[in-house]
């Protein structure tokens, strides 16, 4: 078990002036450490380098002061720190880390829950004191059939046939741009037809658009690309960013980071295990728990009980999720190459 004192001592080093930030220095240094060790360094790295350099404090625009009217109306206060949005309610609890979208659409999830059950209270004739008694969250069975890897670049997730589309893109912009200005959707070849008919066609344009070599796209789900690699667009990810774009000195941090956590086979399946053995995403670190809202304010205004889906296909897991990384590596490795620092959107 590693000390206090050598956490810091680590820390200071990594983060020295001459010290050349690369895997193989990084790996010299801490790599003999194991995973839990190794997170708190690295945290305490960029605990230092946050201490170093302060974020520059900038007036609220309009639309995070109309965005905290709003939190303000559900019971909420909305705050700030650096490029990143918390929602706390009046007892202190909440959620953070997160962009101005992200906050509506937790605002959005919050209205829903709230309409639901008033809707489902008046249909079944409650009084204004009466509680519904909570129904235990069902552990799916040893049938339930295991969910295709399809979804993993839109939604958090689709349940009870309502998706949230969520998740990070980056761009390369003298890359992006040009594409961009010539790049047309692909349109469908046959009528799309449900959920799955939409995220079908979607997933041909996000395909299109990452053959570009300037975009990448992350799902906030079990195809979680960081998550599955022990660390988080939130938490990990987003520290880095100055004014929404990745300083040319974290993507080399970034590169270290990932690269001295390979994805193989066992990890993704301990990673399945601990995480997605029921079936959703309950314990993702940015959505799960706007997903278990918004799944019992379904099932509440459904009156029947939530209906899990089964843990994702270990090998086409293991192979989306290898996919993305790779990809998420090339963009870096592009960015530090071109002296160009990449925009992202969270």
């Known amino acids: 078990m590693i000390t206090p004192q050598e956490i810091e001592a680590f820390a200071l080093k990594l983060t020295a002036p001459d010290f050349v930030v690369s895997g193989a220095n990084i790996a010299l240094l801490i790599g003999h450490l194991d995973d839990h ?73 919050i ?77 469908p070849a046959a009528p799309i037809i449900g959920v799955e008919g939409l995220i079908a066609h979607t997933t041909k344009g996000f395909d299109a658009m990452r053959a570009s070599g300037g975009y990448f796209r992350n799902g906030y789900n079990s195809g979680d690309v960081m998550w599955a690699m022990g660390l988080t667009w939130h938490g990990t990810f987003s520290p880095m960013l100055d004014q929404a774009h990745l300083p040319i000195e974290r993507a080399r941090e970034l590169i270290a980071m990932i690269e001295a956590r390979p994805l193989n086979r066992e990890r993704v399946a301990a990673h399945i295990f601990e995480h997605m053995d029921d079936g959703a995403e309950p314990d993702h670190p940015f959505v799960g728990r706007g997903l278990q809202w918004a799944s019992d304010a379904a099932a509440t205004a459904a009156g029947k009980p939530f209906e899990p889906l089964g843990p994702p296909d270990l090998d086409q897991l293991f192979q989306f999720l290898n996919t993305r990384r790779d990809e998420l590596l090339a963009i870096l490795r592009k960015s530090v190459e071109l002296d160009e620092p990449l925009y992202c959107s969270l």
């Open 37 to 109: 060790d190794y997170e708190l360094v690295m945290g305490r790295a960029q605990e230092i380098r946050r201490e170093r350099h302060p974020p520059r404090r900038r007036p609220a625009t309009p639309a995070e002061l109309a965005l905290r009217e709003r939190a303000a109306r559900l019971g909420f206060k909305l705050s700030r720190r650096g490029q990143e949005y918390s929602l706390t309610d009046p007892d202190g609890t909440g959620v953070g880390g997160m962009s101005l979208d992200g906050i509506n659409e937790w605002l959005d999830v």
């Open 111 to 187: 209205e829903y829950k709230r309409r639901s059950k008033f809707r489902a209270r008046a249909a079944c004739r409650f009084s204004r004191s009466t509680t519904p008694t909570k129904r235990p969250r069902p552990r799916p069975t040893t049938a339930a059939k295991l969910r295709p890897v399809t979804n993993h670049d839109h939604a958090a997730g689709t349940h009870q046939g309502r998706e949230k589309k969520m998740g990070v893109d980056i761009y390369l912009q003298s890359i992006w741009k040009p594409f961009e200005e010539t790049f047309s959707p692909p349109e």
